[in-house]
């Protein structure tokens, strides 16, 4: 008896096209992984489709992984769809957001699912009303927007139980700094079980265990950071993103992907509600609402009634600093918070000790070797780092005239952590991803805090959002300037978010917290509005960006070309942006320039800008992009194609 062969496309991770036909003898279902033999190494794939038999000869698939389909249709759809938005392959996509590895995961230890005590709360009638503003069983978008401390998680979770009571699972995303122990145990009293988390610290067998369990639908809620939106969900009813604002859901890496717009893509494929929220949503989503194609629920009350601060603007040029880098009036503040048996909060978004250093011989500034960047002084590591390449200077020479003895300029946590451990001894904490590195360290510092065994925490974005703690009463913002003077069409917003979300960490309960923020530009626009409490904010910034071109109100696309010869990359970088200023009229194309950072790790970096209203032409312009690129490219040049992008 012969046997039937049959002919599958199989998507694999691969940076190319990714979908490759080989043959078995086996009856497969889409959505099986298989086993397969590609470039003479074993890889496993997806089965895409069934197809009848080629004209090519194609090689065997080894195994099947599994009886029954892992990946859905509608996920395999996603993806697809997903590489077609990014201007991106299938195969680059899976590769992108699925690791070789897990995807190559075949067997895990069951997640262990462990009880805990339920605690119930009483909702307000505005966090009732934004509850069952959810349409639950069909596709849409809602954003709860609520004040810092107005109880959205609450909300969430209330909305996931109902979803979860009807047998499908959960999904709530948070940026990955907002993974804290205090969240897992508030989503652990409301649900009455530990969810299964899903972030850069969860490592292998944890990691698979999360995976597989999620993916067979044996867990009914995980947390997770940006990544866990592509665990393959069985019967997944809802996405929770919390902070819809936050700018660490762009990736980086190709896939270029932003996580909300891929929530959104993904819930509209599965028919499933999607729930954002965010004391300060983000410009393209408040766009959306207007457009009425998202919907809004409101928290404008915290629950137990407690204020918002008040906001205090800080003028440097008119008052004297203490150690140089802190203003007076916030000195005496953090002293009298101190003096009370209060907490405070010093905000700063930078690390280290000084953020350059300047030869005292010769003014040089200390350089990376590697990138056109100055290096960031850790004095207790007694080291000079490079923040792109990562590169550790222990030897800090001048290379113009080898002197060894610097300046310092521009100040970092560290510093600040120095002034005041001298001012307040044994008061203070530090805490940034510098000294943050475990989710033990992570655990260790928020008790110290908690427990307030200190008064003081000082730190960087990671605790600028999440964290509740009663007893803090002042938060000071040291650093806005540095956010506010970034050449980004999107600095206003990014500092105005963060000045939101940071003071949002003050008088969360019956103490009425104060936030200073110290600026040498008070009359900042910015400021303006944050003084102002009626999110008129929004109608500004959404006028601004109209009347200047930008998005929401256009789609940016940044072709980014990279390689070791200068002349190389301007000379290809050139070559694509004549071109399209000639052939594809219907677009703007700037550029190319050089990045503000020009180079890093011995790479030069030039951007082109490709702006339009109108998607088809922008496709167009970006085929035509690669073609002239692909032929003209040399050795080891890449150009990344970022749509929406977020860093310039
Ligand atoms: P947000 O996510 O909006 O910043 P949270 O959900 O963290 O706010 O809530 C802030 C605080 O208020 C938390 O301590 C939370 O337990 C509490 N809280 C929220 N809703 C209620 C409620 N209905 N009754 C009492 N306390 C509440
Ligand atoms: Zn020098
Ligand atoms: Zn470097």
Do not use: W
Not at 633 to 645: E, H, L, Q, S
Request: aromatic share 8%; hydrophobic share 40%; net charge positive.
């Amino acid at each position: 008896m012969s046997e039937i062969i049959r002919y599958y496309n199989v998507l694999l991770p691969v940076v190319n096209s990714g979908i490759f036909t080989y043959s078995t003898t086996l009856d497969l279902k889409i959505g099986v992984r298989v086993a397969v033999d590609f470039n003479r190494r074993k890889i496993t794939g997806i089965v895409l489709e069934e197809i009848e038999k080629p004209e090519y000869k194609c090689k065997m698939i080894d195994k099947a992984v599994d009886n029954e389909p892992l990946f859905s249709k509608k996920y395999l759809e996603f993806i697809l769809k997903m590489a077609e938005y990014y201007h991106s392959t299938a195969g680059l996509t899976l590769y992108g957001v699925l690791s070789e590895k897990l995807l190559a995961m075949e067997d895990a230890e069951p997640f262990i699912v462990e009880k805990t005590d339920v605690v119930d709360i009483t909702y307000t009638d505005e966090q009732i009303k934004a509850i069952n503003s959810v349409e639950l069983d069909k596709f849409s978008i809602t954003l709860i927007h609520g004040i810092t401390g107005s109880g959205k998680t609450e909300v969430y979770l209330s909305i996931a139980k109902k979803v979860l009571a009807t047998g499908k699972k959960v999904l709530y995303i948070v940026p990955e700094i907002s993974l804290t122990p205090q969240l897992i145990e508030l989503v652990s009293k409301r649900l009455g079980y530990q969810p299964a988390s899903f972030h850069s610290k969860v490592q292998g067998k944890k990691r698979a265990s999360a995976f597989l369990s999620f993916a067979r639908g044996e867990v009914k809620f995980v947390i997770g950071a940006r990544s866990a939106l592509f665990i393959p969900t069985k019967d997944l009813g809802l996405i929770i993103i919390d902070e819809e604002h936050e700018i660490s859901y762009k990736q980086d890496k190709t896939p270029t992907y932003h996580l909300r717009d891929m929530a959104v893509l993904y819930s509209s494929i599965l028919n499933i509600p999607t729930v954002l929220g965010s004391a300060t949503p983000s410009i393209e989503t408040i766009n959306n609402i207007k457009k009425g194609k998202y919907n809004i629920a409101e928290l404008k009350n915290r629950p137990n009634n407690a204020l918002l601060p008040q906001i205090h603007i800080v003028d440097l040029k008119r008052c004297d600093l203490v150690a140089g880098v802190i203003a007076e009036p916030i000195f005496d503040k953090l002293y009298e918070t101190v003096r009370k048996g209060e907490q405070a909060i010093i905000f700063l978004n930078r690390k280290g000790y000084s953020t350059s250093l300047y030869c005292k011989s010769c003014g040089e500034i200390l350089q990376c070797d590697n990138c056109s960047v100055s290096v960031v002084y850790y004095k207790s590591k007694g080291v000079a780092n490079c923040k792109y390449c990562n590169t550790d200077y222990r030897k800090i020479v001048c290379k113009k005239c080898n002197s060894v003895e610097f300046n310092e300029h521009g100040i970092g946590t560290e510093k600040v952590e120095e002034i005041l451990e001298e001012l307040f001894p044994n008061k203070v904490l530090r805490m940034d991803l510098d000294n943050i590195t475990t989710l033990k360290s992570l655990k260790s510092s928020l008790k110290k805090f908690e427990s307030k065994e200190v008064q003081i925490l000082i730190g960087t974005q990671l605790i600028s959002k999440g964290l509740h703690f009663p007893d803090v009463t002042f938060v000071a913002i040291l650093g806005i300037d540095n956010i506010i003077s970034m050449p980004d069409f999107r600095s206003n917003e990014r500092a105005f978010q963060q000045i939101v979300q940071v003071a949002g960490r003050a008088g969360r309960e019956q103490l009425r917290g104060d936030v200073y923020i110290q600026t040498v530009d008070p009359n900042s626009v910015i400021f303006k509005y944050i003084l102002d409490s009626d999110n008129s904010y929004y109608d500004y910034e959404l006028d601004r960006r109209k009347s200047v071109g930008y998005p929401p109100f256009t789609k940016l696309i940044r072709l980014s070309l990279t390689h070791t010869n200068l002349d190389k990359v301007r000379d290809v970088a050139n070559l694509v942006a004549s071109t399209l200023k000639s052939k594809c009229k219907n677009i703007t194309t700037l550029g190319p320039v050089e990045d503000a950072i020009f180079m890093i790790k011995k790479k030069y970096c030039l951007t082109i800008l490709l702006k339009s209203h109108n998607s088809i032409n922008l496709k167009k312009a970006i085929s035509i992009s690669l073609e002239i690129f692909e032929k003209n490219k040399t050795g080891a040049m890449i150009m990344k194609v970022d749509k929406d992008p977020y860093k310039f």
